[in-house]
């Protein structure tokens, strides 16, 4: 009985796709080529909808900024002088923390434009 040999083709001929050869013959299958190909346009996905969810997190951190001084003075407006007073003592400690919240998405967002 003749043997069947099953005929290797090789797409990554330059060895640019190390990573994708998953069972180490030294050969990147098409099939491990599709593998690779579907697991770096996830890893391309979840490092965009990780961007998004950053720039959401620090433009609803800017917008409590803004909104926390309105609070403070509607309190005042109202009569609500203890919530005025409560606000009031936690507004350096909120803008001390919000304000580092925004600077680390912009610093990361400086460094990563750097590259």
């Given at each position: 009985?003749?043997?069947?040999?099953k005929k290797?083709?090789?797409?990554?001929?330059?060895g640019?796709?190390?990573g994708?050869d998953?069972n180490?013959?030294?050969?990147?299958?098409?099939?491990?080529?599709?593998?690779?190909l579907?697991?770096k346009r996830?890893e391309?996905?979840?490092?965009?909808?990780?961007?998004?969810?950053?720039?959401?997190?620090a433009?609803?951190a800017?917008?409590g900024?803004?909104?926390?001084?309105?609070?403070?003075?509607l309190?005042v407006?109202?009569?609500?002088?203890?919530a005025?007073k409560?606000?009031?003592?936690?507004?350096?400690?909120?803008?001390?923390s919000?304000a580092?919240?925004v600077?680390?998405?912009y610093?990361?967002s400086?460094?990563e434009?750097?590259?």
């Amino acid at each position: 009985m003749a043997e069947d040999k099953k005929k290797i083709v090789t797409v990554d001929s330059d060895g640019s796709l190390a990573g994708a050869d998953s069972n180490g013959d030294g050969h990147v299958s098409e099939s491990e080529l599709s593998m690779h190909l579907e697991f770096k346009r996830k890893e391309l996905e979840d490092a965009d909808a990780m961007r998004d969810a950053q720039r959401k997190m620090a433009w609803f951190a800017l917008y409590g900024m803004l909104l926390y001084p309105a609070m403070v003075v509607l309190c005042v407006v109202f009569g609500i002088d203890q919530a005025s007073k409560t606000l009031g003592d936690m507004a350096p400690t909120y803008f001390v923390s919000v304000a580092a919240i925004v600077a680390a998405f912009y610093g990361k967002s400086a460094l990563e434009n750097k590259k």
